[in-house]
């Protein structure tokens, strides 16, 4: 009975940690929304709101952590428990990580409308890599609450497109740069906002690769494609 008992508080406290990650998620993919938004629409008011919840990411993410290393203290879990706890750790540093670049994109918005330089540039462009970047994470914490590997899966591959928006949007702004040479500095700016972006979808990617860890029991982040789906099998 005892045992039971000391099983069914662990199981509850691992739901408690894992809806803690779920909260700071959905506080990250808010902020994303927020900093696309004051992009495209070039709204200050937008930008601040992202930048005044960083505090608060950054705040849960260091109470997740302590919560995790207080249940392996007391708990001492093994296999997979073990990783499930140690995925959690890294989950929560990607998503803080997520909120470190929404921040960055929204105090590089504000420093574009300051200027008043970007307005003549593609910006409307990074919408469709922005999108892309929150439907990934979207899918990367939907499949960490499930523990979904065929859809952790899909996020490897998805990422891919991210990284071609990325390639093809820094085309065109050297494109603008060599046209006009006056276009080279808010190019440069939006250059920055293009790889914030790119990097949240490298954060999701890492979220799903914990989720195939914690299931199969292995590290995938140098491993083909090929390898990984027959991993999985």
Known sequence: MADKHLSTQFDSELNGVSSR????????ESQIRQAVYALLQFDTDAAERVIETEPRVNAMEIEI??????????????ARDLRL??????????????????????????SIIESGSARALPCT????????????????????????????????????LIDQEFD????????YMMEDPRTISPSLDLLFLAKAIERIGD???????????????????????????????
């Open 21 to 28: 990650v779920m909260e700071l998620g959905g506080m990250v």
């Open 65 to 78: 952590d302590r919560e995790l290393s207080s249940i392996i203290a007391r708990r001492q879990p093994t």
């Open 85 to 110: 706890l140690i995925a959690i750790s890294k989950t929560t540093a990607n998503l803080e990580r997520v909120g470190d670049e929404a921040n960055k994109i929204a105090r590089m918005v504000k």
């Open 125 to 160: 462009e990074l919408r469709i890599a922005a999108d892309l970047a929150s439907g990934l994470l979207r899918k990367a914490l939907d499949a960490f609450a499930r523990l979904d590997t065929a859809g952790a899966l899909s996020i490897l591959k998805e990422d891919d």
């Open 168 to 175: 093809g949007f820094v085309r065109k702004l050297v494109t």
């Open 203 to 233: 954060h999701s990617k890492n979220i799903a690769e914990f989720i195939i860890y914690i299931v199969k029991g292995e590290d995938v982040r140098h491993t083909s494609m090929q390898e990984i789906e027959s991993a999985l099998k």
